[in-house]
């Protein structure tokens, strides 16, 4: 069983900066991604950034050229570093790890982590 947590949540002004960080513990096997993704109240969860275990990067449009997700492979940790940040940035955010290992599929996700950004 992998579990995630995460930290770096808090408050930020419009154009601070904060950085996110999950740690999964146990092994992870197989092709797989780890990211972030966010729920406003009222909204669905949506990707924010994801990343491979290859490197490959995903971002939503809206957090281009703001945020920057990066990982390590060797401590099963991802980041998520935020920029610029925006009040539409506001939301819990959460870490989200799912692969495949042979036939084994899985999906693991955070308890989320709250990202408030003051007008």
């Known amino acids: 069983q992998v579990q995630l947590v995460e930290s770096g949540g808090g408050l930020a002004q419009t154009g601070g900066s904060l950085r996110l960080s999950c740690v999964a513990s146990g092994t992870i096997l197989g092709i797989n991604a780890m990211g972030w993704y966010r729920q406003a109240p009222g909204t669905q969860r949506e990707l924010v950034a994801l990343i491979t275990s290859g490197g490959s990067t995903n971002y939503a449009d809206s957090v281009k050229g703001r945020f920057t997700i990066s990982r390590d492979n060797a401590k099963n940790t991802i980041n998520l570093q935020m920029n610029s940040l925006k009040p539409e940035d506001t939301a819990v955010y959460y870490c989200?790890?799912?692969?495949?290992?042979?036939?084994?599929?899985?999906?693991?996700w955070g308890q989320g982590t709250q990202v408030t950004v003051s007008s």
């Open positions: 989200n790890l799912r692969g495949k290992f042979f036939v084994h599929e899985y999906d693991y």
